[in-house]
């Protein structure tokens, strides 16, 4: 059987002080105001968003996202990655290709919210990647990626980071194409 919330004390309630609630709307809002919204997801959140999954889902929170523009994402390597079990024995190393994969899961995010792209992003190139320190267990991967362009919503540049305690782990350009199967 349902249940209904107990009913708030006013003295305890917290304050409403949405735009809303104060009777402002979209359209009251000033040039300065109407900056993209910044936003999070959860790691079922992105679940919705992409098609990866375990053992090739890479990211494990989005921390920042501004649509059409960039975001930014987390991934907690941890050595109980299948990976890790060749490469290397006894010093484990996350594979290059893998942390480019994930600067591109960030940047799937980007594009999954895009309605000008319609279809699966995959890669159609990389350039000028660069992999500046190791990545081993333990650490977490911060990864910023950015679109550069989209061309007829079919084709598109972007460049990613991802850094470890502020080092830069890996930088590179990514493009993608829009498939449809």
Do not use: W
Not at 31 to 36: G, N, R, V
Not at 43 to 69: C, M, N, S, T, W
Not at 116 to 129: E, P, R, Y
Not at 133 to 144: A, F, K, S
Request: charged share 20%; with cysteine; hydrophobic share 40%.
């Amino acid at each position: 059987m349902p249940t209904s919330a107990p009913a708030a004390n006013a003295d305890t309630a917290p304050e409403d002080t949405s735009a809303a609630a104060n009777g402002q709307t979209p359209e009251d809002k000033t040039p300065e105001d109407k900056t993209p919204e910044s936003k999070t997801y959860s790691l079922e959140e992105i679940q919705k968003l992409l098609p990866h999954r375990y053992p090739f889902a890479l990211i494990d929170r989005i921390i920042d996202y501004v649509p059409g523009e960039r975001a930014t994402g987390l991934k907690n390597v941890t050595i109980n990655e299948p990976h890790f079990q060749g490469h290397f024995p006894g010093k484990p190393l996350m594979p290059g290709v893998l942390i480019v994969e994930a600067m591109a899961q960030v940047g799937g995010i980007v594009l999954s919210q895009m309605p000008s792209v319609d279809g699966l992003c995959v890669f159609a190139g990389i350039d000028k990647v660069k992999f500046r320190r190791p990545v081993i267990p333990g650490d977490q991967l911060l990864i910023t990626t950015e679109l550069i362009t989209v061309k007829q919503g079919r084709f598109g540049k972007m460049k990613s980071r991802a850094e470890v305690d502020g080092q830069l782990a890996c930088e590179g350009t990514l493009m993608f194409s829009v498939v449809n199967f």
